[in-house]
């Protein structure tokens, strides 16, 4: 929790960062939530364990339970060890029960680099795309080409859209092509569906509480996605992804395997599962049936994050970009 506060504050969520700091102060209070940490044989950082400990206190906050908690999140004191402290004691089994689910976050934000990567996809291919994403969540990414953009002083997507995603960007702009979604669909181990309020609920959850704009973005996509509802399938990504990749593909159109933050959840043996697949499957692409992979993921020392395209024929991969964990900036590498 301590370095996951290092990050929150270097990347502009000061409050996030006090919480998790007092978190590691006060976490002596919540027996049930210690023994989640203590019992945790594999990567904590990986597993996003202090995100979810924040997420867990976010969802109670909503619920303003407890008062002094609630409090703090709305400004009407600043005694954050008295308010985290109350919540670890009154709300332990809450907690830790929270924190042994794998995280659901659905960042929309996140589209605008997935966007430009299509851009620099149809410059290549020069025709429509049918997005997979695996690890999709609610699936709001699958409704991207429904969302208005800012980059690099260049507009794309819907200019009439309610979600907005306008990140600070650095370097040139991406190419100036049209994207064309003519097919989307996504697999996750527990999807979610964005119409059911609970659902809403815990993603809401997810993001930062010192970020309004992130929150105000999730809502309209939420509310979009009641008018346009994502098609997301159950099931394990690797297995999904071997079975749509087997399929007759189109002639004419380019299939895109799309993820964001997801294959540090994987493991070793699935993410090279996940490659063997996506390369057996380029073997086989031609010019009029193209394949690409965008990777949007920490790098292997979690030092950067970094926007990675792969296409074949020819499987060369490039970093597009270095980028924001949250999509907030981008520095484009072209």
């Given at each position: 929790?301590?370095?996951q506060?290092q990050v929150?504050?270097?990347?502009g969520?000061?409050?996030?960062?006090?919480l998790?700091?007092?978190?590691?102060?006060?976490?002596?209070?919540?027996?049930?939530?210690?023994?989640?940490?203590?019992?945790?044989?594999?990567?904590?950082?990986?597993?996003?364990?202090?995100?979810?400990f924040?997420?867990?206190?976010?969802?109670?906050?909503?619920?303003?339970?407890?008062a002094?908690?609630?409090?703090?999140?709305?400004?009407?004191?600043?005694?954050?060890?008295?308010?985290?402290g109350?919540?670890?004691?009154?709300?332990d089994?809450f907690?830790?029960d929270?924190m042994e689910?794998?995280?659901q976050?659905?960042?929309?934000?996140?589209?605008a680099?997935?966007?430009?990567?299509?851009?620099?996809v149809?410059?290549?291919?020069?025709?429509?795309?049918?997005?997979?994403?695996?690890?999709?969540?609610?699936?709001?990414?699958?409704?991207?080409h429904?969302y208005?953009?800012?980059?690099?002083?260049?507009?794309?997507?819907?200019?009439?859209?309610?979600?907005l995603?306008?990140?600070?960007?650095?370097?040139?702009?991406?190419?100036?092509?049209a994207?064309?979604?003519v097919a989307?669909?996504?697999?996750?181990?527990?999807?979610?569906?964005?119409?059911?309020?609970s659902?809403?609920?815990?993603l809401?959850?997810?993001?930062?509480?010192?970020?309004?704009?992130?929150?105000?973005?999730?809502?309209?996509?939420?509310?979009?996605?009641h008018?346009?509802?994502?098609?997301?399938?159950?099931?394990?990504a690797?297995?999904?992804?071997?079975?749509?990749?087997?399929?007759?593909?189109?002639?004419?159109?380019?299939?895109?395997?799309?993820?964001?933050?997801v294959?540090q959840?994987l493991?070793a043996?699935?993410?090279?599962?996940l490659?063997?697949?996506?390369?057996?499957?380029?073997?086989?692409?031609?010019?009029?049936?193209p394949?690409?992979?965008?990777?949007?993921e920490?790098t292997?020392?979690?030092?950067?994050?970094?926007?990675?395209?792969?296409?074949?024929?020819g499987g060369?991969?490039r970093?597009?970009?270095e980028?924001?964990p949250y999509?907030?900036?981008?520095k484009?590498?072209?």
């Amino acid at each position: 929790m301590r370095r996951q506060a290092q990050v929150a504050r270097a990347i502009g969520s000061p409050f996030v960062a006090a919480l998790l700091d007092s978190g590691a102060r006060q976490l002596a209070r919540a027996p049930l939530t210690s023994a989640v940490f203590a019992r945790w044989t594999r990567d904590r950082a990986e597993a996003a364990l202090a995100m979810r400990f924040n997420a867990a206190l976010h969802a109670l906050a909503r619920r303003d339970t407890p008062a002094r908690l609630g409090a703090l999140y709305r400004g009407e004191h600043d005694d954050v060890d008295a308010a985290v402290g109350a919540a670890l004691t009154q709300y332990d089994s809450f907690i830790a029960d929270w924190m042994e689910q794998t995280p659901q976050t659905n960042e929309v934000g996140r589209a605008a680099a997935i966007l430009a990567a299509l851009k620099v996809v149809r410059a290549r291919f020069d025709m429509p795309v049918e997005l997979l994403e695996i690890g999709a969540s609610a699936g709001l990414n699958l409704n991207l080409h429904r969302y208005a953009y800012r980059l690099g002083g260049s507009v794309a997507g819907e200019a009439e859209s309610p979600v907005l995603i306008a990140p600070d960007w650095e370097g040139a702009a991406p190419p100036d092509t049209a994207v064309e979604v003519v097919a989307a669909r996504g697999v996750d181990l527990a999807p979610l569906d964005p119409r059911d309020p609970s659902t809403c609920e815990r993603l809401m959850a997810f993001v930062f509480a010192d970020q309004p704009a992130r929150s105000r973005r999730l809502e309209r996509a939420l509310a979009l996605a009641h008018r346009w509802p994502p098609r997301v399938e159950r099931g394990d990504a690797v297995a999904w992804l071997a079975e749509r990749l087997a399929e007759a593909p189109v002639e004419g159109r380019c299939r895109v395997l799309v993820h964001s933050m997801v294959t540090q959840y994987l493991g070793a043996s699935a993410r090279a599962r996940l490659d063997s697949v996506v390369a057996a499957a380029g073997q086989a692409a031609t010019p009029r049936q193209p394949l690409a992979r965008v990777g949007f993921e920490w790098t292997a020392d979690r030092s950067a994050v970094q926007l990675r395209l792969t296409c074949f024929p020819g499987g060369d991969t490039r970093v597009l970009a270095e980028c924001h964990p949250y999509g907030a900036a981008i520095k484009w590498l072209g």
